[in-house]
């Protein structure tokens, strides 16, 4: 089965501070990659994804960007942080012929 | 655009009493999955409907698929209080006939609580 990790676990930044986030999968090869955000009990709010390295789309339109430099690394960053950018983000992978989604730990990410 | 629909948005329940989520979409779904959030933790997938009218069981968690594939339920008999948590509904729309490739959309989720 496929494993989920994202690094760090919870983050407070500063308003106009950059972001990165990193998602890392094992147990699959060439998974679609996912990156999710939920406000505070909320729904998911699909932000990007990845069905191969360096293919990104975007769902949303702001300030945040991904990046895919290898098969099972995913990247979520940002060059200047909002207030309306504190959430929780999940990384998601769906891989091999499976249709369901495995989802990281998350990180609660709070801007101040 | 695709939409999916989840209702309610919240239920209380009393240990013991039955739990029922609805999921509507406004168009057919390749399939339509189904995740557990913990509060505080991550959604955990539990099941997967593919078929028209599919019904399918979980001790005491009973999915189904509607005729039309476009709306499902989560029913769960005589809830405990490990069942507390936000119940998702996620409908799947793909690029073709067996493709795994396509995108999930996510209801906006059911926050279950059970009190004792």
């Known amino acids: 089965s496929q494993t989920i990790h994202q690094w760090p676990a919870t983050l407070v930044q500063p308003v106009g501070s950059p972001l990165s986030l990193e998602c890392t999968v094992e147990?699959?090869?060439?998974?679609?990659l996912y990156w999710y955000r939920q406000a505070a009990g909320r729904g998911l709010q699909l932000l990007f994804y990845s069905v191969g390295i360096g293919q990104i789309s975007s769902e949303v339109p702001q300030n945040l960007s991904a990046s895919r430099p290898q098969d099972r690394q995913f990247i979520l960053s940002s060059k200047k942080l909002l207030l309306s950018d504190s959430g929780f983000y999940l990384c998601?992978?769906?891989?091999?012929?499976?249709?369901?989604?495995?989802f990281g730990p998350g990180t609660r990410l709070t801007v101040t | 655009g695709q939409q999916v629909m989840q209702i309610p948005q919240y239920q209380h329940v009393q240990e013991g009493e039955d739990f029922t989520t609805y999921c509507n979409s406004s168009t057919t779904l390749s399939n339509i999955q189904w995740y557990k959030q913990r509060p505080g933790g991550h959604p955990v997938f539990l099941i997967q409907?593919?078929?028209?009218?599919e019904v399918k069981k979980q001790k005491r968690l009973t999915f189904q698929f509607g005729e039309a594939k476009k709306n499902s339920s989560l029913h769960i008999t005589a809830t405990q209080t490990t069942d507390v948590g936000t119940y998702f509904c996620?409908?799947?729309?793909?690029?073709?006939?067996?493709?795994?490739?396509?995108?999930?959309?996510f209801g906006r989720g059911t926050q279950l609580t059970v009190w004792p």
């Open positions: 998601a992978s769906q891989g091999g012929s499976k249709y369901e989604q495995y």
């Open positions: 996620a409908g799947f729309r793909g690029g073709g006939r067996g493709s795994t490739l396509g995108r999930l959309y």
């Open positions: 409907l593919v078929k028209s009218g």
């Open positions: 147990g699959t090869s060439n998974p679609n």
